[in-house]
């Protein structure tokens, strides 16, 4: 399945006293790992939302193995785990520049239409795209 590779330096207020990332940062780690993943699809939620399409995270699961670090540079490699139905399932792995795994993780999110509000399929511009 598609991957995308995305690299953020740690900001000072991303950690605690110590110098270590809060642990609620990887969240946003990951949802940029995720729209960066969309975007070299030619997406983005920006795009998405004003084509009808919301995508809440349902599920989020994350495996701390070793901490990041302030100014650390961090590679988020995104993957799809799957062909998207009426949802979209993600796998995450966060290493730091020694190549070192820090994290794995994955989300669930749902495609809901901003109109209705209910739960739809895989738009088919997105399932088109991951076919090429």
Request: glycine share 4%.
């Amino acid at each position: 399945m598609k991957e995308n590779t995305t690299k953020l330096r740690i900001r000072y207020g991303e950690t605690d006293q110590m110098g270590i990332v809060y642990y609620g940062n990887y969240a946003q780690f990951l949802e940029q790992g995720r729209t960066e993943w969309l975007r070299e699809l030619g997406f983005s939620y920006k795009w998405m939302e004003a084509n009808n399409i919301h995508l809440p995270v349902v599920n989020l699961n994350v495996n701390y193995k070793k901490p990041a670090y302030y100014d650390d540079v961090i590679t988020i490699t995104t993957n799809l785990k799957s062909v998207p139905t009426f949802k979209i399932e993600f796998y995450y792995e966060i290493h730091n520049e020694q190549n070192q795994l820090l994290v794995t993780a994955s989300t669930d999110l749902v495609f809901i239409d901003s109109t209705t509000q209910k739960i739809r399929k895989a738009p088919d511009y997105l399932l088109n795209k991951l076919k090429e």
